[in-house]
């Protein structure tokens, strides 16, 4: 009986290491690896013996018999993807846990941000005997955009909570929770490293005249997830324009067109042609398959007989039945937010009570070497990568953020920047 990832899963590759016949790619080190969209089990190899499914902190794997009639495209998602990188070598990754690098004297280091990249962070840092950690957030609540940015309809997606609760349990972490770092001359302590993990969760404007005061749709996002620095008064919304054509693009759809707003029409306008569109083929999946809606096409769909093009087409040829609706449009560059909805490039307007941008995140690149930014002071997660990626994907970027700290102790690049004092049990602020 072969298992099935489906949506959501986040990429992080803790079933990966679960596997004990390495049926589950693209594993760590492989091509593809850290910008995959989900992780897929070869279902000729999978033995069906359940490990992953507990190593799975979303639960996002089930056995193939449970699977709901909308899931079924994940099984031709995972024959798609062994059909193109068919793996022969099914040595187990990893049977226990690679070894730990020593770290030659006691070292403790101040992670800021407690978002998913900060925590990986911590965890990866804790492999490390005699390491202590210090998590800072500027927030009362760690978890950063699990917490505030995820969709609150994807609920096994913010099950992740649990695995950061697994981390922030181990000797070694304490959370300093309510404290804004600028720089390290904040930190109210010494520490031998500093890790940022700030993020980059401030939306990018559209950049078009009208613009100013279109909602962003990370702050709908957090206002839905009930984040208390977010006061919105929405007015009654019957139709909405969602600017963008990514994940996040589809979550604020789905929020739209949900009891909280109502909207009874609202229309996801991607600049370029379906072909480029950003969204991911396991969110296409669940979309699809949502209940009580319609979600159309109203654009050409792409050609070819994949599960993407396959279910843009069947997209395409859906009807409205008068329910509420999701009407996805592709080569629609809107030119100007108007009092009335927006102008698209070929002149129309189409109205809205609401708009909602939803076109990535304003990022300042920092200039960094695999996450030093100098000796002593590294980061990791988005305030690195930028805005791109998934919850899954600080996990392999902190490690090699992490990696890079501990060969500059091991090198002794860090000068000791405190007098050795006995670290105090972990405990939360
Ligand atoms: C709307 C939205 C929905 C998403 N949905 C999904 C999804 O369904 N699945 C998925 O896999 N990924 C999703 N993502 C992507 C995912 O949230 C990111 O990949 C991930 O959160 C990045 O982690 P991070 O730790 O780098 O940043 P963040 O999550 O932004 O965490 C940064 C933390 O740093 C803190 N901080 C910032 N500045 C300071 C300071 N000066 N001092 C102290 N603390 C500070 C912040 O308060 C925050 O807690 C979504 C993103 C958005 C915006
Ligand atoms: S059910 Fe067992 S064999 Fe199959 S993918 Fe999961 S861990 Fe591997
Ligand atoms: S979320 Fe992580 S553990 Fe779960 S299926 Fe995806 S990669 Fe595996």
């Known amino acids: 009986m072969p298992y099935v990832v489906t949506q959501p899963c986040c990429a992080d590759a803790s079933c990966v290491t679960a596997c004990p016949v390495n049926c589950i790619h693209p594993a760590p ?41 909308d899931q079924r495209p994940f099984v031709e998602l995972a024959a798609e993807y062994y059909d193109v990188f068919p793996h022969a070598d099914r040595t187990p990754v990893a049977l226990v846990p690679p070894p730990r690098r020593p770290v030659a004297r006691d070292l403790r280091v101040a992670v800021v941000g407690a978002g998913p990249a900060g925590l990986h962070t911590a965890d990866e840092l804790l492999r490390h005997p005699g390491v202590g950690v ?95 620095e977010v006061a919105l008064a929405l007015p009654a919304v019957e139709r909405a324009v969602v600017v963008g054509a990514g994940n996040v693009a589809l979550d604020t759809a789905r929020l739209l067109v949900g009891p909280r707003v109502g909207a009874t029409e609202v229309s ?57 609706r999701i009407v996805l449009r592709f080569d629609a560059p809107v030119t100007a937010v108007l009092p009335s909805g927006v102008r698209l490039a070929d002149g129309e ?46 996990r392999a970027d902190a490690q090699e953020s992490v990696a890079t700290l501990l060969d500059d102790v091991e090198a002794g690049r860090l000068s000791p920047s405190r007098p050795h004092r006995p670290r105090a049990s972990a405990s939360s602020s």
């Open 349 to 394: 307007e189409l109205a809205a009570d609401l708009v909602v941008g939803a076109v990535g995140h304003e990022h300042q690149p920092v200039a960094h070497e695999r996450g030093r930014l100098r000796p002593g002071e590294y980061v990791a997660g988005w305030a690195k990568r930028g805005p791109r990626g998934f919850l899954g994907t600080t």
């Open 268 to 324: 996801v306008l991607g600049r370029r042609g379906v072909e480029h569109a950003a969204l991911t083929t396991p969110e296409l999946v669940g979309l699809a398959g949502l209940e009580g809606v319609d979600v159309l096409l109203r654009s050409a769909p792409p050609e070819g007989r994949g599960v993407r093009e396959r279910l843009l087409t069947d997209l395409a040829a859906r009807r409205p039945t008068g329910r509420p």
């Open 29 to 69: 080190g492989e091509p593809g690896f850290a910008t995959t969209e989900m992780v897929f089990i070869d279902a000729a190899t999978c033995v069906g013996c359940g490990a992953c499914v507990t190593a799975c902190p979303v639960g996002a794997i089930v056995p193939d018999h449970a699977l709901r009639p």
């Open 134 to 228: 210090d998590v800072y957030d500027r927030r009362r609540e760690p978890h950063g955009l699990a917490r505030y940015g995820v969709a609150p309809d994807h609920v096994d997606t913010r099950g992740i909570a649990r695995l950061f609760e697994v981390i922030a349990a181990q000797p070694g972490f304490r959370y300093r929770l309510g404290v804004e770092v600028r720089s390290r001359a904040d930190l109210p302590e010494a520490y031998d490293a500093v890790v940022w993990a700030t993020g980059a969760s401030a939306d990018r404007a559209l950049g078009v005249p009208g613009d100013e005061g279109v909602l962003g749709a990370t702050t709908l996002a957090r206002w839905a997830n009930g984040d208390p």
